[in-house]
């Protein structure tokens, strides 16, 4: 692959000319998955077998450097509404507060993904986790579907509809009517032949239009589920080691161009102990959780190659463009706390290949699939709110190339927009509607008149703004900003905020006036 940074070469900008000349609108796929690193990949250097999704980004373009929310709700409000969390309402993780921020559900100042591209023509479809919206009138058909089918809630048993958490009810929704899992029944699977359904039924019915599709997997979300075959090809193969397995994808990524070949692996954090320290069954249970882990990610990779194919067979597959990404980097999060049932209490000391099972797979884990980046899920730093990305379109998106600049999750309205040839709107259904905060995708990679701009962070109390090579962040309960040379320091290891206080104060200065803008309100405040 050839790498782009903020120079595009001649090649692809005579792509993009030639793109713009007289296209179909595009088929749009955004393929969305649940806690899944940096690194889990095996186009961005592991080892577990992706070899679909691989070939999408051979034949696509990736961006190493592309930005998620950190956490499941706001992500994935930022995303369907091309808006920061706050400003369309889910600033934090769905509770309801008294702060147009933070209503917990999508809000009506903010148009949809679907929305926007129903009133352009298209038909809209979505299967798999919504989690932006748990009451009826929050529901996907309500925000622009004309089909859906999943889990409204945050997370459930990959087998069976499950109660996790005490007083709690979930649903599995066709369309507006909640519905009982059959038997045989993995989520994986289910949501992928229901889409592929729904979009055999639009092509029949409505040939003529081109459709949208947002397939939101909870793979790899905790609880690790997987099917027995899939395991079996994994069991046994991380027995030598977290630290082995983290500096091989390190390796990988440095040969693939995603990482520079100048970087070297930071240790991992100090609380991770050594893998010689472990009995013998504490590494065969993380070799079994990492297995189950891949497991659900071959599985996925499995099922995006059966929707590819029958893009294919419908001659349907030049004329659509796939967008791959993770709603925040990997989980340390672990299932033995008092917020879970005891019947879920009791499944977490199940092996972790057994289906009734509900574990997860820890910091360790998670270290390994954030190679080479720092912290977790819920932080701001690299390894909580980064994402390998991929973009897939044969007569749309470059092939083979690797970008480098910056990117969000608000880029994405704008370039569905543009592809769709949509009109934004300033109202909708008697609605004033806020104006979208990204930048088209296109842009980025042909560098058409962008200038180099500040993306901002903020989840409960972890604060970060990035601009050119430099990052700021706090991370709460600690008031002390920090400041990273990411050109030369991704991994964020060396804090220059006394080097530069000058480089800090400007940054700091456009994070606050972006605080106030999108509403948002001190943790403190929030958690009382």
Known sequence: MKKITHIVGAAIAIFFAAATQAQQRPNIIVILVDDMGYSDLGCFGSEIQTPHLDSLAKEGTIMTNFYNAARCCPSRASLLTGRYPHQAGIGDMMNKRPFPAYQGFLNRESITLAELLKTAG???????????????????????????????????????????????????????????????????????????????????????????????????????????????????????????????????????????????????????????????????????????????????????????????????LNHTIILFLSDNGASHETIDHDGFTEEIQLANNFPASHPESFTAYGKMGAAVSNTPYRSYKHWVYEGGNSTSFIAFGPNHIPKGAIVETPAHLVDIMPSLQQWAKANYPKRHHNQQIGEMEGTALAALWNNSGVEERAICFEHEGNKAIRKGRWKLVQAYPDKNWQLYDLQTDRAERIDLSSKYPKEVQSLLKEYLAWEKRVGVIPYEQLSK
């Open 122 to 316: 298209y038909g809209t479809y979505m299967t798999g986790k919504w989690h932006v919206g748990q009451d009826s009138i929050n529901w996907p058909l309500e925000r622009g579907f004309d089909r859906y089918y999943g889990l409204i809630d945050g997370a459930n048993s990959y087998f069976a509809n499950r109660p996790y958490r005490k007083n709690q009810k979930l649903s599995i929704v066709l369309d507006r009517e909640k519905v009982e899992v059959p038997a045989n029944y993995y989520s994986t699977d289910a949501y992928t032949w229901r889409m592929i359904d729904f979009l055999e039924t639009h092509l029949v019915e409505k040939e003529d239009q081109p459709f949208f599709a947002y397939m939101a997997y909870q793979t790899p979300h905790w609880p690790l589920h997987a099917r027995p075959e899939e395991i079996l090809k994994y069991k046994g193969k991380y027995m030598e080691g977290w630290e082995t397995i983290r500096q091989r994808r390190f390796d990988r990524q440095k040969e693939l161009g995603v990482i520079p070949s100048s970087a070297s692996l930071p240790e991992s954090d100090e609380d991770i102990p050594g893998w010689d320290k472990l009995t013998w069954a504490e590494k065969v249970q993380w070799d079994e959780r990492m297995a189950v882990y891949a497991a659900m990610l071959d599985r996925l990779d499995q099922q995006v190659g059966r929707l590819v194919d029958f893009l294919k067979a419908k001659k349907q």
